[in-house]
């Protein structure tokens, strides 16, 4: 996707911001890996250069379940 389809889109912004917080928040890292459509959570980057890429591909669309960046299996099925 080009960076005109997310440009004026403000929930996908805030969504970008609020996955970019939770994973450097869990991770405490200087650098994560990217979920663009171009790293493919194989490139990392600091919190600049994954938002800018986040913004200009995209994200995976099936990377749901942010495995490499703090989600842990406890966050989706909580016991009860």
């Given at each position: 996707m080009a960076i005109e389809d997310y440009?004026?889109?403000?929930?996908?912004?805030a969504g970008v911001d609020s996955f970019l917080d939770f994973a450097f928040q869990k991770l405490?890292?200087?650098t994560i890996r990217c979920p663009c459509l171009k790293c493919l959570n194989?490139?990392?980057g600091d919190r600049h250069k994954v938002?800018?890429?986040l913004t200009i591909y995209g994200i995976v669309k099936?990377?749901?379940?942010?495995?490499?960046?703090?989600?842990?299996e406890m966050s989706l099925n909580p016991c009860p």
């Open positions: 440009t004026n889109d403000e929930s996908y912004k405490v890292t200087e194989i490139e990392t938002c800018n890429h099936r990377y749901t379940f942010w495995y490499h960046h703090g989600e842990s």
